[in-house]
Each structure stands twice: as structure tokens, then as C-alpha cells.
């Protein structure tokens, strides 16, 4: 919907209607520039994929993704992927119940700014994929040689 908006600084989407969207892949994916999101009131609960939505994001600081609810979802391959800037995301009510593999997700890759202590999740597999990011611009297909390096406090969401 917005892929590629290169320029774009500021996106305000609380007021679409998203009940019956099952296909959020590569939504924001590439807004290089973009800064606010809003995203309250989005319905999540049919969507199945959100593969690289918000991949290359790289002025984005803050997501809030506490109002998303996913219990369909089935792919997030590289979700957030180069959003280097980003020091704070909440995705608190996130499972990945649907889905069949972890492995290989490449969730937080490059999310350079990101600390765990900042990361607002309750879903285990999540923490996982943080803690096995790559760090430093090394692309899909290089070899692995080094363990992402995080912190290594564990912070998770607490009902």
C-alpha cells in the first residue's frame, strides 16, 4: 500500500478499515524516511502474512503494536528487518501460534538501535528471534560467522 513511499515522513492509518484484510506483507516496506506510524485501531486479527511490513524503515524510532492481535498469522518472514533506528517496539498482544517454522525468520535483523530491554513482547519465539539477529549489514545468503551480539537482559511483557 505504501511500499517504496520513499519520502513519506508521517502515515496516519487508525481510521482504515482492516477487519477483513488477511495480506499486510510489505505495507510500509522501504517508507526509508518515515518517522510516526500510527497504527491504533488497525484490526489484525485475519491477517496470515506481514512479511517484511515494515522491512527498511530505517528513520522509524518508535512502533506500537499493542493493539495488533495475530492469531492467523502464518508468515513474518523479515517483518522488521534494517529498521536501524528503531528504540522501541511493542508487540505485546503478538503469537505466532499459525506458524509453522521459526527458523530462518530473520524477524530483527539489522535493527541496530533496538535493545531488548525496549522490545515489549510475551510470545518466547519472538525473544528467540531477537537474540539470534544478525547484526552489522550482513545479507541473506552470506555465511553466518558470528553470533549477534545483544543484550543480554531478558525483558518480556508480564500479564
Known amino acids: 500500500m505504501f511500499y517504496f513511499c520513499k519520502k513519506l515522513k508521517t ?7 482492516t477487519k477483513k484484510a488477511t495480506d499486510m506483507a510489505v505495507m510500509f516496506c522501504d517508507c526509508l524516511e518515515l518517522t510516526r506510524l500510527n497504527l491504533s485501531n488497525f484490526s489484525t486479527e485475519n491477517v496470515i502474512s506481514m512479511e517484511m511490513m515494515f522491512k527498511d524503515c530505517e528513520s522509524l524510532k518508535t512502533l506500537d503494536l499493542s493493539s495488533f492481535k495475530t492469531p492467523n498469522l502464518q508468515y513474518a518472514y523479515m517483518m522488521f528487518r534494517n ?14 501460534g ?10 530483527f ?18 525473544l528467540n528471534q531477537f537474540d539470534n539477529r544478525r547484526l552489522g549489514g550482513e545479507e541473506e545468503g552470506e555465511e553466518e560467522g558470528e553470533e549477534a551480539a545483544g ?4 525483558s518480556y511483557y508480564d500479564n
Not at 98 to 107: A, G, Q, R
Not at 151 to 154: C, G, L, Q
Open 11 to 17: 502515515i496516519d492509518v487508525s481510521k482504515f478499515y
Open 83 to 96: 529498521c536501524k533506528s528503531l528504540i522501541y517496539l511493542n508487540i505485546s498482544d503478538f503469537t505466532m
Open 98 to 107: 499459525k506458524m509453522e517454522s521459526f527458523e530462518d525468520l530473520n524477524l
Open 109 to 126: 535483523d539489522n535493527t541496530t538501535a533496538l535493545e531488548k530491554k525496549n522490545l515489549i513482547a510475551k510470545e518466547q519465539n519472538f
Open 151 to 154: 543484550p543480554e537482559a531478558v
